[in-house]
């Protein structure tokens, strides 16, 4: 029965969206293929995605980002997570290693844990990294040269990263520069079959409604102007999160019965800010995007181009979100024109075939 280690970062639900669609490539290459998910990811996010046969192994894989909400990066308290992760680094590599090789799989695969990479390593067994980006490079604009602890953690997630036999650069992408061996791959997605007559009326959308899916990825946003939402003739709202009661145009995922993917084809516009997995998607499905950026994530400068170079978008600042001045925003993407096709979907097959080789 050929195994693999998958080593998916908690960090909201971005790397597990990259890793899946790669494991069900690969399982159709790769007859009784098993997969371990070594993760904080719950169970859920995989029941109705992963196709082949898996377990969930759950444990931290690394830290990423300590956020308030999914617009804010917590800097004290992320290096503050970082510390106690690398407090005793060698005995957590040696720790994290003893369960790989008590799995004993045919390869380890990691997005984008430097845990599990160095880990992977230090069993012998072939390490693959696979992601649009890595941990060193968003943080390291965050780093205080004064603060002697931030750069030996920043040296230690890259000498992890360094020992990866490849890394698998997830287009678009960060130009990543701590792994040894890159192999460039295509954008990773695997986008819902688009049901917007079944949502319309699961929803009591009229005709010349527009339909908007509000969501901001695995880290919820607490707060929407629902007010100014409700307000808002013309349009119904979907929101990924808790919705008060007595609305009519704003309704909560959870009551509709659809998944967050099959909402998200279904739709006429998406409201988010840019992460990997809902760009990529909806650019490949041809929905306009209005976005709220962070400026404080090295990821977003990539995915905001692929958005504009290949679908439409209008960035919304964070202040007229709040106060619920959506409709320029909204009126400007849905004005803006495709400037060329987009390319193919082809990164989980990419990898799959990389894999295979190790498997």
Request: charged residues 15%.
């Amino acid at each position: 029965m050929p195994l693999i280690w998958c080593s998916i970062s908690g960090h909201g639900y971005g790397h597990a969206a990259q890793v899946v669609p790669v494991l069900n490539a690969l399982g159709r290459l790769v007859p009784d293929l098993h997969a371990i998910l070594r993760t904080t990811v719950p169970a859920g996010f995989f029941e109705p995605r992963l196709d082949i046969p898996w377990q969930l192994n759950v444990g931290q894989q690394d830290v990423g980002c300590i956020q308030d909400g999914p617009l804010k990066i917590d800097v004290s308290r992320t290096w503050a997570a970082h510390a106690v992760l690398h407090s005793d680094w060698q005995q957590n590599i040696e720790t994290e290693a003893a369960l790989i090789r008590s799995a004993g799989p045919a390869c380890v695969l990691s997005d984008i844990s430097h845990l599990g990479i160095a880990a992977g390593a230090a069993t012998g067994i072939p390490t693959i990294g696979l992601c649009s980006l890595s941990w060193d490079l968003v943080l390291e604009p965050f780093a205080d040269p004064a603060q002697r602890e931030q750069g030996t953690i920043l040296r230690q997630i890259r000498e992890a990263y360094a020992k990866a036999d490849c890394f698998l650069r997830v287009a678009p992408a960060l130009a990543v520069t701590a792994f040894r061996s890159v192999r460039e791959i295509g954008p990773i997605a695997e986008p819902a079959v688009p049901q917007p007559a079944a949502l319309r009326k699961a929803i009591g959308a009229g005709q010349s409604e527009r339909v908007v899916l509000v969501g901001f990825g695995g880290i919820a946003l607490r707060a929407f102007p629902v007010e100014h939402m409700e307000a808002m003739d013309g349009f119904r709202f979907v929101v990924d999160g808790a919705v008060p009661n007595g609305l009519t145009r704003v309704l909560s995922l959870a009551s509709l019965g659809m998944t967050f993917k099959a909402v998200m084809a279904s739709v006429d516009m998406i409201l988010t800010k840019p992460g990997y997995g809902t760009i990529v998607e909806a650019v490949a499905l041809g929905i306009p995007v209005v976005y709220v950026r962070r400026y404080n994530f090295p990821d977003e400068p990539p995915l905001v181009d692929h958005l504009h170079r290949y679908g439409r978008g209008a960035e919304l600042p964070l202040a007229d979100f709040l106060q619920g001045r959506w409709n320029a925003a909204i009126e400007q993407a849905f004005a803006r024109p495709v400037s060329s096709t987009p390319p193919p979907l082809s990164g989980a097959q990419d990898a799959a075939h990389i894999l295979k080789e190790y498997v």
